[in-house]
DNA sequence: AAAATAGTGTCTATAAGACATTATGTC
DNA sequence: GACATAATGTCTTATAGACACTATTTT
C-alpha cells in the first residue's frame, strides 16, 4: 500500500495510520427580524469554556458524518425533520482543535426560524442566534467555517431554489425577494427580480392571496419543488 | 429522535465516540492522446484484488488530509512540487469500504501528461491512465467519486483560470482552446472562444510565436497567474 | 381619501452565439 | 503554389439592469 516506503517515522514496518476523532460541526442559518443569523452555543467544557462555538458533535460508531449532523441539529437546535443541509468541507489540520487531532466534517444548513426550538429540549449549551453582519470571535477555527459557509450559501442562493428553506409551502413575490436581499445583503430591483425569478419557471401561482394590512392583498406562489434544484441560469 | 436521549447505544454516559481511519483519495486528472483521462492503480490487496481503484493512501499521524494527498500523488504517480489540487468531498458512509468504517477524504488534481511519471518510482501497484469516456467498474465506491471529480473539474474550467494546469508557460490559443474542449467533452467556436477568453484578461502574450508545421505560426500566450482564480464571468 | 404595498413595461447596453474569409507561414 | 493552421468581424438575438407609475385593498 504505501510501497516502496522503506522505513516510516516510527520505525516500524507500518505507517503510522492515524485513528482520529471525527466531529461534525454545522453553520445553522436562519432569517430573524429581516436579518440572516447563525445559531452558536456557549462552550461549556474545556477548552475555551464560555466562548462561542458551532454546534457540532462527535461522530459515533457506524455513523455517517451527516446522520451526526442531523443529530447536532435535533439536540443542540431542537431541528427536526427535513432541512436543507449540505457538506461544506473537512478541516483536517492537526492543530485546529487543541484537544488534540480532530477532523471537522462541516456541513451548512439552512432553516426557518420557527423550527428552531432552543428553549425545549436537554442541552445544558445555551444556543442562540447572531448576525452574521456582526460576529463575535469564534472557538477553533470556527470563524473560518462560518465564513466559509456563508459564502457557500449566497452562492447556492443564485445557482438554486433553496430559497425554499427560508420560506413557508405559500409566500408572495415580496417576501422572496425580502429572503434574498437578506441573504445576499443587498436591495434588488422589484421588477427585475420578478421578470427574472418568474422565468426561471421555479415558483407557481396558487388560488391564493395574502391580505395584510391596509393595502392590496398580494398574489401568493409556491416552489414547483422543496428539493434543492440547480440551475443552469443564475437568479441574479 | 435523538433529542432526550438517556441512555447511549453502548449504555455508558458517554456517547461511543468513534476512532476512525481516514484515507485521501485522489481523482488525477490529464490530458494524453487529446483526451481527458485518469489515474487507476490496480489493487494489489484484497478486498477487491486485482480491480481498479483511485490513488489513495491512509492519513498518517499529526498530518492534514491534504498533505497525505499530495504524498499519494507524489508515490503512486511520481507528481511532485506545485500541482493544482483541490478537496473534493468526504465520504463517510460505515459500508463504503469492506474493510471497515473509513472515511474517504477526496481530492482532484490536474496535472500535466508530462508531470506523471509511473515508471520510475517505487510503486508495486501499477498505475495507469484511463480515458474518463470510457470507464471500467472501480473499487468501493470509487466510481462515485471519480463521477464528482469530473463533475467538479469541468464546473472549474468555466469559472476559473483552471486550464493554466493542464498547459506549459507558453501556449497559443488553439492548444488552450483544444484543452477546453477536451475537458468539456464538446466542440466549441474558435472565433468566440478566443473574443470571450481574451475579454477576461487572464492571459497575455508574450514576444514568441509557435512555428509548427507548414502553415502560419500562432502567437504564444501566457497565464497572468498560475495560481487559481475565480472568475465572476464565466469562460463560456 | 389617505395610506400602504402589489403589480406592471420599456428602453438601453451588453453579451452570446451563429457564421466565412483572409493571412502567413512551411514545404 | 499548395497546404495547413492562424487570425479576424458582423449580425442577430437574448439578457441584465435602470427606471416610475397605476392598481387595489383597508381603515
Not at 460508531?61 to 431541528?79: F, I, S
Not at 453582519?133 to 465564513?147: A, N, Q, Y
Request: glycine share 6%.
Amino acid at each position: 500500500m504505501f510501497a516502496g516506503m522503506k522505513n516510516y517515522p516510527t520505525g516500524s514496518d507500518r505507517p503510522p495510520r492515524a485513528r482520529l476523532f471525527l466531529t461534525a460541526d454545522v453553520v445553522l442559518l436562519t432569517i430573524e427580524d429581516d436579518a440572516l443569523k447563525v445559531v452558536l452555543v456557549e462552550r461549556t467544557r474545556r477548552p475555551d469554556l464560555g466562548s462561542l462555538a458551532l454546534p457540532g458533535g462527535f461522530i459515533w460508531h457506524a455513523e455517517m458524518a451527516e446522520d451526526a449532523a442531523r443529530r447536532v441539529l435535533a439536540v443542540k437546535a431542537g431541528v427536526e425533520g427535513d432541512v436543507y443541509m449540505e457538506q461544506l468541507y473537512t478541516f483536517t489540520e492537526p492543530e485546529r482543535d487543541s484537544r488534540g487531532h480532530i477532523i471537522s466534517v462541516a456541513y451548512v444548513a439552512v432553516v426557518r426560524r420557527h423550527d428552531l426550538s432552543f428553549a425545549d429540549g436537554p442541552q445544558t449549551e445555551t444556543p442562540a442566534l447572531y448576525p452574521v453582519t456582526k460576529l463575535p470571535k469564534l472557538s477553533f477555527d470556527h470563524g473560518r467555517i462560518l465564513k466559509y459557509g456563508l459564502k457557500r450559501i449566497r452562492d447556492k442562493f443564485v445557482y438554486t431554489n433553496i430559497a425554499y428553506a427560508l420560506l413557508p409551502e405559500r409566500f408572495t413575490l415580496s417576501q422572496l425577494q425580502r429572503v434574498y436581499e437578506i441573504v445576499l445583503g443587498r436591495d434588488l430591483d422589484k421588477r427585475n427580480f420578478r421578470k427574472k425569478y418568474l422565468s426561471l419557471g421555479m415558483i407557481r401561482p396558487v388560488q391564493e392571496v395574502l391580505s395584510g394590512g391596509r393595502h392590496r392583498p398580494a398574489q401568493m406562489f409556491e416552489f414547483v419543488s422543496r428539493k434543492a434544484v440547480a440551475l443552469t441560469e443564475p437568479v441574479l
